[in-house]
Each structure stands twice: as structure tokens, then as C-alpha cells.
């Protein structure tokens, strides 16, 4: 989130679209409603589904799933249009001025630099700006330049007229343009809406693309940075903020800190290329601190191991020899499957439920020679191997995996910090003994690495550097305490800091940092990720605060845990005030603003807290040209702007904007595995346009292990329409077969008025809802594996997999 759960009672106006907070975040959803009780706040819920959001809505729309960029770049060009746009903010906080260089361009569904054996633009040269000789990007304030981005943006969504996007979306267009009319209304400058997402948008082919049309849909709105306002990402697992913020992503390091690639053995260059020097003059880009944060990584890391001379153990940091993102799940199941692993740790992981095509990836698990499970449950995935009639109908003696349980302590039995979708820090603490023999996750990661590096130590191997120059300072190295990687996390200082300028004392040696602003790159501070420096000082566990007082009455509760990065509670904050740094007109509570001296109010100003409005600098810092981008350079795998695609397996078969074309009927950069193409089906095959999801009752696949959740929601079922129920013959509680060209499942039909068949392209399109939570290990009764059905293939720029968009055929069963 850019803002936080409590933050959404600011609203005017709340769009949830690519999610349903009332059924899969029930708790937060308390904010929506605060905000339509005390605020007089409406709500928009656009969904393929009338979910329990849709229920308590005061509008709603249907929409085809997967086809939120059409819904989302027809408003952009509609609110231009009509002339519905912030515009001091827009021509002030972004980058719509910049010319683009000449070698951009878009044509018939690609953008320059297309190759179709890579699958997608390996040169990306030309999705730039043009550069001046001053070294600064070039501008045209007068937005007059053919090539400005705001010109471009225009001719872009000017093919999305409310016809063609009605057409591609199935929304009918009615209801469309009142939800386009009750959004512009957000465009006067002290209006905000708030819009919540979360895997209606990240489970597609174009994933990223549809949460970045969302993201340029605020900005021209002047929404961005605004309290009640951003793009706020619902989270799901109750640590998963943490787990992307310190990096266990393939190609990332803690802090959003990026591994090298092979082409990058030169560590002043891999610096170089990551401290972006600022594009305008007097901007601050807050990149250009990349060593400091950098260098207190491997610190915190390597301890005394690491000095400039071995320039801070670069060699030993891993480099990436697959394009980004690398070695992504889909990535590494589908090494499996073609052999190429021989051993898998599976961490808090139920990948055979959880992951798409649950034939590949069973198949890819008996492959490995051996499988761990560290997870307190019996998962499905460590029983793979097992024969359970219909739902895992395999034979267990060709399996030769070999299998070890580790049993693991739950969140709730160990203290430590969870971060919310907010980006709040809070500190837990246990409300159990773990059970039996169970460990925690810490206790075998250590007992893991103390095995490893003795046979490192003693036999020597390929590359022992990394992990025999390890620092492991813990007062139990056998299980480090949740306090001490807490305040390894946070950071200290190694030497006593001084201030450059005066040459006072900052920080004693050997004591924790107070924030980030202290790290340094010469080797005397350690902070294992610079985001969350901060959290342990020298004052304590800020983390565990709980102190909810609101000075300015808008739920800025900045003393209640400690938020990332610097305890600021909403991004680009600046960006609430107008250029003369006072709050935008009609905004009912300041957020931060200009006092004469420095930036002040409600939250922790994102900016250079000294720097008068009329310095020139811009409120984006971490970007070097200082403003938000509609133009995404070259950031993203498909294009600088999002286009519309298809889902991988669409209903109508070609996509309305490039009907000719089957090479851009689907995103042509999504990556597609060898034999994966030749399993998705085809409309004529499989008419219906499926999609995926979660119930208040369950919670994935745990719940099976337990009855209560079970008696509240005991049976496996699916969503169809009435009239297509009526077409098939099927009637309410009827046991039904829904089939893909991967596997088929049966479930009960729940025969509905929540899904209404669609227009689209001319056609009836019906949509199938099928909930994810059943399985065939647990203690209840048992269900076939929803993922027996989706499709291999992701998100480009993620590779988050398309559980929200494929195709089945339903029958009576
Ligand atoms: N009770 C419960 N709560 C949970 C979980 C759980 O298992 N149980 N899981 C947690 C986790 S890990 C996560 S990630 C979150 C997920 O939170 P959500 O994303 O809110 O949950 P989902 O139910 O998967 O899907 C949300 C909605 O997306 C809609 N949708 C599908 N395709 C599209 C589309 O193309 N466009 C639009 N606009 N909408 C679409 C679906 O109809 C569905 O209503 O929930 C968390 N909360
Ligand atoms: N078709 C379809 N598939 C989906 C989705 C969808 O919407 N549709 N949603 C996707 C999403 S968003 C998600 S997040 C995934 C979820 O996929 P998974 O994460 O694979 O599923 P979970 O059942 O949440 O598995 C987490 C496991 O962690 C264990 N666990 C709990 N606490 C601890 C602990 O402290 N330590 C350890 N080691 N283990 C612990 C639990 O017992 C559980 O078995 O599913 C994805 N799959
Ligand atoms: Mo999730």
C-alpha cells in the first residue's frame, strides 16, 4: 500500500476492483466502512462477481475477468477528454511534459524493439526520454510537443472509446460511464479516492500492467500521496509485505536491493547503474544512497570478513544468469519437470494446491530426489506420492522421492514481526508452545547452515566463500532470538559515527542507528536491510510500540508500531500539498505542507524536509527525473504503456483492438514454457471464461485440517449463472464436472444471480467462479485441487501465475 488500512476512512470515494476486501480482508474492510459512515464516502465495486463488497456497493459493475486495462485506459482517455484531470498536479507532479525519444513507438498492438523468438524486447532502447546535452531530460511545459508524453498518453487510449471498451470488458456501458462519472468527480484538486487491489489484478498475464493503469488513473486524478487516497495492494499472508521487502525473491536483496546479472562482475558498475543521477536540475534522486544501503547489507552479512579491498564481498554475491525476474517459481517447477532439480526445500509452501496445473507440477515433484516439508501441517505437496481415488489418482510405487517432514512452530507460537499491507512493523508476541517436536523456522535454518558450513570447512566444494565468511554473531547460534535478527535487521553502527560537518558524536560504536539518513558506505554501519532501519534503536523496539494517539484526527497514529521506510505512513506525501507547498484546496485535513521554515504536518514528509517549494525539487525522490511516471521507460517487459491483452486462454479467441493478429491476441512478452502452449485450451473446446478465489470460512489449504471451519463451508463447490444453469440443465446442488484442457474437477453447483452472462465482442460470454480452498489431505472431508485446472503461464514482469482468467466446460456430472 502507499497509504495504510486506516488511512482509507479519508476517502471520498473507495474503488475496489481486482479484489474483495469484504470476504478476504474482513477486518480492513471496517475502514471502508468507517469511511462511508463518517466520511460520507461512496463505493464502486467493479468485479466479475456480485461479491460481499458488490452487496454493500453503491455502484457496481460487472467486467470480464482479465480485461481491467481496457475498463481502466478508457476512463484515462475519457477524463482527458472531458477535461477531468488535476491538472496543477498532473502538469506539476509528473512527467507528462518530458519528450519521449525518437525510437519509441507503438504499432499494431507492439511497442518498438519487439523480437518474436525471445518472446519479448530485448532492446528496449528507445522507451526513453530524450536526454538534452546538460545531461537532463528534455521538457516541454507547454505540452505542445507531438512527442510529450501527455501527447502520447492521448493517442495511446484514444483506441479505448467506451464503445470498443464496453465491447472488450462486457460491461454494459450505462453503468459504465456512471462508474467513469462518479470516479472524474475525484479530479477536483481536495477530492481523493482510494483504490484497493489485490489478485483480481495480479493473477493475469498482464498483471503488473493492470496495477500500473490503476496507478496512472490516480495520478491524474491528483490522488497520489493524498490521505484517503494511493494504490493500496491487500496483502495476503499475514507476513508476505515482509517476505518482498526483504527480498526472497529470486532477484532481489533485502530492501527492494537488486541482485547482479552475469554481465555484471564489475562492482563500481553495478553501483553505478543503480545510483541514478538526478534528470532535472535541482532534484533529489534518493537512488544515489544505493552504496550505503548497500555496503550495511553485506556488513550485517559478513562482518569484519568484508573491507573495500574485496569491495565488500561483491564476488560473492550471487549473479543472476537468467533474464529478470530469474528463478521464479513457475521458473523453478518447470526445471523440475524437465528434470534439472534434485532437491527442494518447501518452506511454509503447498505448492501442489497452490501452484497452476496440478498434473505438471505433481509430475515435476516425483522427479526430485528428495522433497522437505518445513511446515506444521501434513501439507498435500508432502503427500503427493500418495494415491487418494479420484482426487490424486496416482501410482505411488513409481514415486522414488524421497520425502522429510519438518514439523515447524505457526506464527502464533514464536515472537517476531509481521509487516501489514500498510507497511506497519508489528511486533508479536507467541500465544503457545509449539506442539510436540515441532522447531521453529529459525532453529532449522540454523541448524541447516551450521551442517552446511562444517562439510564446506571439512571437504572443501564448488564455492564454500559465502557461506564460510558468513558472520554469525548470535548469543545461541543454534537459534538465533526473533530480538537479535530484529536489531541485526534494523542496524548499528561498527565505529562511532560522526557528523562530517561538525564532527560531533552521531552514534557510539555498537549501538543501533536511529534511521537510514545514518547509514554509510564506507564500512561503518551494518543494517541487514536499509528499509527497516529504524525499527530497533537505540531507544528500543519501536515495533512494539501501541501508542494510538492521532494529533490531527486522520488515523496518523505514527507512535502504533513503526512504519517502513522512516515510520512514514503514506508515500510521496509531498505530493498532498500544492507547488506552493500548502495543502490542495478543498482537502479537508492537511496532511504534511510547507510551515515557512520545513515540511511538517500529520505524517513524516517524504521529501527533503528543508527544501522550500520553490527549490525546484519534485515530490517523486525516488525517481530522478522527481516525478511520477505515466511513461514506464523502460521498467516493464510488455511496454511503457499498457495495452490490452487477452488472457492466455480467451473466450472470444482474438482481442477486439488487433483482430488480425494472433501474435497480440495474448501479451507477447509473457513467457511460455516449452509444452505449455499445447495445453491451453481453446473456446470451441472450453466456452466458459473461469476465474478463481478465496472464501471468508477458509483460509487456503490449512482449514482442512480443521472441523469448525468445515462445518461453517464443508463442501467443494462452483458459481454458475442462472441462465447458463438453464442452457445446461443443471439445477441447485446438482453435482457438476468442470473440465479444462489440463484436468477436470467436480464440485457442487451453486446456481446464482452473483454472475450474469456477458456481451463481449458480440458474443454471450458466461463466467464460472470457482473457490480454491479443498484438497485431499486434513482432517475434513475431502475435495479435488482447484489448481487441477489453471493454467502454467504467468504475469511477465512477475510471473505471478493466471489463476484468474482460463477457460473450462461444465457438464452435469
Ligand atoms: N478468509 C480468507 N481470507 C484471505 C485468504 C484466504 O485464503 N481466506 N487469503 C489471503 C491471501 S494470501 C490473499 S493474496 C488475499 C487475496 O484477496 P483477494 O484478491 O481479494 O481475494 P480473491 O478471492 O482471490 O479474489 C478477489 C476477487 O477478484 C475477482 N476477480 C477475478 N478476476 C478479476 C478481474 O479480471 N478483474 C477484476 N476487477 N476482478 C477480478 C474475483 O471475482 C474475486 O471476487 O486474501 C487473503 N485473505
Ligand atoms: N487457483 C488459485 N490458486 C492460487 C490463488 C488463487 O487465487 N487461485 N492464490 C495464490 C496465493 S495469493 C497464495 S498466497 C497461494 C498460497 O499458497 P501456499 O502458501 O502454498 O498455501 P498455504 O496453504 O497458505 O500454505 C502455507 C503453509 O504454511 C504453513 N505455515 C504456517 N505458519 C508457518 C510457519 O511459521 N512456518 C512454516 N514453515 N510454515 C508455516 C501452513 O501450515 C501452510 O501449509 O496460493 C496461490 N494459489
Ligand atoms: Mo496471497
Not at 254 to 272: H, K, M
Not at 566 to 581: C, F, M, P
Request: charged content about 20%; hydrophobic content about 35%.
Amino acid at each position: 500500500m502507499t497509504n495504510h488500512w486506516t488511512d482509507i476512512k479519508n476517502a471520498d470515494l473507495v474503488l475496489i476492483m481486482g479484489g474483495n476486501a469484504a470476504e478476504a480482508h474482513p477486518c480492513g474492510f471496517k475502514w471502508v466502512t468507517e469511511a462511508k459512515a463518517h466520511n460520507n464516502a461512496k463505493l464502486i465495486v467493479v468485479d466479475p462477481r456480485f461479491t460481499r463488497s458488490a452487496s454493500v456497493a453503491d455502484l457496481y459493475a460487472p467486467i470480464r475477468t482479465g480485461t481491467d486495462i481496457a475498463f481502466l485506459g478508457g476512463l484515462i482517455y475519457y477524463l482527458i477528454e472531458n477535461d477531468k484531470y488535476q491538472h496543477e498536479y498532473v502538469r506539476n507532479y509528473t512527467d507528462v511534459s518530458f519528450i519521449v525519444r525518437e525510437g519509441y513507438d507503438f504499432e499494431a498492438g507492439f511497442f518498438s524493439g519487439y523480437d518474436e523468438a525471445k518472446r519479448g524486447y530485448p532492446d528496449k532502447s528507445g522507451w526513453g526520454y530524450e536526454i538534452g546535452e546538460d545531461g537532463y531530460a528534455v521538457v516541454d511545459p507547454t505540452l505542445s510537443h507531438p512527442r510529450c508524453v501527455f501527447n502520447l498518453l492521448k493517442k495511446h487510449y484514444s483506441r479505448y472509446t467506451p464503445d470498443m471498451v464496453s465491447s472488450i470488458c462486457g460491461t454494459p456501458k450505462a453503468q459504465m460511464l456512471q462508474v467513469w462519472d462518479t470516479i472524474a468527480e475525484t479530479s477536483a484538486p481536495g477530492k481523493v479516492m482510494t483504490i484497493m487491489y489485490a489478485l483480481g489484478w495480479t493473477q493475469h498475464s498482464t498483471g503488473s500492467q493492470m496495477i500500473r493503469t490503476g496507478a496512472m488513473l490516480q495520478l491524474l486524478l491528483g490522488n497520489m500521496g493524498m490521505p484517503g487516497g494511493g494504490m493500496n495492494a491487500l496483502r495476503g499472508h499475514s507476513n508476505i509485505q515482509g517476505l518482498t521487502d526483504l527480498g526472497l525473491l529470486s532477484n532481489l536483496l533485502p530492501g527492494y536491493l537488486t541482485l547482479p546479472s552475469d554481465a555484471e562482475q564489475d562492482y563500481a558498475a553495478y553501483i553505478a547503474k543503480r545510483a541514478s543521477k538526478p534528470l532535472r536540475p535541482g532534484q533529489l534522486s534518493y537512488w544515489q544512497n544505493y552504496e550505503k544501503f548497500h555496503v550495511s547489507l553485506m556488513k550485517a552479512w559478513y562482518g569484519k570478513n568484508v573491507s573495500a579491498e574485496n569491495n565488500w564481498g561483491y564476488d560473492w554475491l550471487p549473479k543472476l544468469d537468467a533474464p529478470a525476474p530469474g528463478y521464479d517459481v513457475l521458473k523453478v517447477f518447470d526445471m523440475m519437470y524437465q528434470g534439472q532439480v534434485n532437491g527442494y526445500f518447501c518452506q511454509g509452501f503447498n505448492p501442489i494446491a497452490s501452484f497452476p496445473n496440478k498434473a505438471k507440477v505433481g509430475a515435476a515433484l516425483a522427479k526430485l530426489k528428495y522433497l522437505v516439508i518445513m511446515d506444521p501441517l501434513a501439507t498435500e505437496t508432502s503427500e503427493f506420492w500418495r494415491n487418494v481415488d479420484e482426487f490424486n489418482a496416482v501410482d505411488t510405487a513409481s514415486i522414488q522421492t524421497e520425502v522429510f517432514r519438518l514439523p515447524t512452530s505457526c506464527f502464533a507460537e514464536e515472537d517476531g514481526s509481521l509487516v501489514n499491507s500498510g507497511r506497519w512493523l508489528q511486533w508479536h508476541w507467541k500465544g503457545a508452545e509449539p506442539p510436540g517436536q515441532a522447531r521453529t523456522d529459525i532453529a532449522i535454518m540454523s541448524g541447516l547452515y551450521h551442517r552446511l558450513r562444517t562439510m564446506y570447512a571439512q571437504d572443501g566444494g564448488k564455492f564454500p566463500d559465502p557461506i564460510l565468511n558468513l558472520d554469525w554473531p548470535y548469543l545461541q547460534p543454534d537459534e538465533p532470538s526473533p530480538e537479535e535478527v530484529a536489531k541485526e535487521y534494523s542496524g548499528k553502527a561498527l565505529t562511532d559515527l560522526n557528523d562530517p560537518a561538525t564532527g560531533a558524536l552521531l552514534v557510539k560504536g555498537g549501538e543501533q542507528l536511529a534511521g537510514f539518513a545514518q547509514l554509510r558506505a564506507d564500512g561503518s554501519t551494518a543494517s541487514g536491510c536499509w528499509l527497516f532501519c529504524g525499527s530497533w534503536t537505540q531507544q528500543g523496539n519501536q515495533m512494539a510500540r501501541r501508542d494510538n494517539a492521532d494529533p490531527y484526527g486522520i488515523g496518523q497514529t505514527l507512535g502504533w508500531a513503526w512504519s517502513w521506510p522512516a515510520n512514514r505512513r503514506i508515500l510521496y506525501n509531498r505530493a498532498s500539498a500544492d507547488v506552493s507547498g500548502k495543502p490542495w484546496e478543498g482537502l479537508k485535513k492537511p496532511l504534511v505542507f510547507w510551515n515557512g521554515k520545513s515540511w511538517t504536518g500529520a505524517d513524516v514528509p517524504d521529501f527533503k524536509a528543508d527544501s522550500p517549494p520553490d527549490a525546484g525539487m519534485n515530490p517523486f525522490i525516488m525517481n530522478p527525473e522527481g516525478v511520477a511516471r505515466f511513461f514506464a521507460v523502460d521498467k516493464m517487459a510488455e511496454g511503457p504503456f499498457p495495452e490490452h491483452y487477452e488472457p492466455f486462454e480467451t473466450p472470444i479467441g482474438r482481442n477486439p483492438l488487433h483482430p488480425d493478429d494472433p501474435r497480440v491476441t495474448s501479451n507477447p512478452a509473457a513467457r511460455v514454457f516449452k509444452g505449455d502452449m499445447e495445453l491451453f485450451g481453446t473456446a470451441e473446446e472450453f466456452p466458459y471464461a473461469a476465474t478463481t478465489y478465496r472464501l471468508t470460512e477458509h483460509f487456503h489449504f490449512w482449514t482442512k485440517h480443521c472441523r469448525l471451519n468445515a462445518i461453517v463451508q464443508p463442501e467443494q463447490f462452483v458459481e454458475i449463472s442462472e441462465v447458463l444453469a438453464k442452457e445446461l440443465g443443471i439445477g441447485v446442488g446438482d453435482r457438476v464436472k468442470v473440465s479444462s484442457n489440463r484436468g477436470y474437477i467436480k464440485a457442487v453447483a451453486v446456481v446464482t444471480k452473483r454472475l450474469k452472462p456477458l456481451t463481449v465482442d458480440g458474443k454471450t460470454v458466461h463466467q464460472v467462479g470457482i473457490p480454491l480452498h479443498w484438497g485431499f489431505s486434513g482432517l475434513t472431508r475431502n475435495g479435488y485441487l482447484t489448481n487441477t485446472l489453471t493454467p502454467f503461464v504467468g504475469d511477465a514482469n512477475t510471473q505471478t501465475p493466471e489463476f484468474k482468467s482460463f477457460l473450462v466446460n461444465v457438464e452435469k456430472a
